[in-house]
């Protein structure tokens, strides 16, 4: 089992709606959790971070945090074509950051 | 701008030659990481630095990799003897280490492009 995973995609969504991204965490001690956006060919660039169990709100993003389940969302709502990009999903394993493969996201005009 | 920099932003070698990457951190960050990315993954970490001194390494990290950061300020990395499986994007991040080392957010450079021919 991979530590961080996510659904490598394409997620296409509609202008307007919303983009729900989901990460999958292996290790039960893991203590923060990040989103990060990636343009192709850009580096990441953090979006959220996430510590307690329950929702985070920032602007049009949610970052939901379930550690029971070992479970962390991303919402964006109102998605804009310029939201199209690689979602990466990252756990804090006391100092590097694990990350997913990243959930690509198509945003339609 | 007094974001992270990475210079070079390109760089194409040669398979056998030794290339050198360096990273210029957020002002006053103490802690600074590099990770390595390939076409289609998540990035990968390589190694970290508390000011001058390299507290972690990756297995990723081989003998042909070294990386420094000797006043605690820019970090260099080296590839001694590349190889073609050595191309990807080298990242640095670099946080503040005012927090404990799990919650700090790392803010990433925009990465050196390495192609081995």
């Known amino acids: 089992q991979k530590e961080v995973e996510q659904n490598s995609g394409p997620l296409s969504v509609p202008e307007g709606a919303i983009a729900s991204l989901n990460c999958t965490y292996s290790d039960r001690g893991s203590q923060s959790f990040f989103w990060y956006r990636q343009y192709s060919g850009k580096s990441p660039e953090l979006i959220m971070s996430i510590y307690s169990n329950g929702d985070k709100e920032d602007g049009r993003f949610t970052a939901q945090l379930n550690k029971a389940s070992q479970y962390v969302s991303l919402l964006i709502r109102d998605s804009q074509p310029s939201d199209s990009a690689t979602y990466l999903c990252a756990v804090n394993r006391v100092t590097a950051l694990i990350f997913g493969k990243g959930t690509t996201l198509s945003v339609s005009s | 701008d007094t974001g992270v920099s990475q210079d070079p932003r390109h760089k194409i070698t040669k398979r056998g030659q030794n290339v050198t990457f360096r990273c210029d951190p957020i002002?006053?960050?103490?802690?600074l990481y590099w990770y390595r990315q390939t076409l289609g993954q998540g990035p990968e970490f390589l190694t970290y630095f508390q000011n001058e001194a390299q507290l972690e390494k990756s297995r990723l990290l081989s003998d042909r990799f070294s990386a420094e950061r000797p006043k605690g300020s820019f970090s260099t990395l080296e590839i001694q003897r590349t190889e073609q499986g050595d191309s990807a994007m080298y990242l640095c991040a670099s946080s503040p280490g005012t927090s404990g080392r799990s919650q700090e957010t790392q803010y990433f450079g925009p990465g050196t492009r390495l192609l081995v021919l």
């Open positions: 002002s006053e960050h103490n802690r």
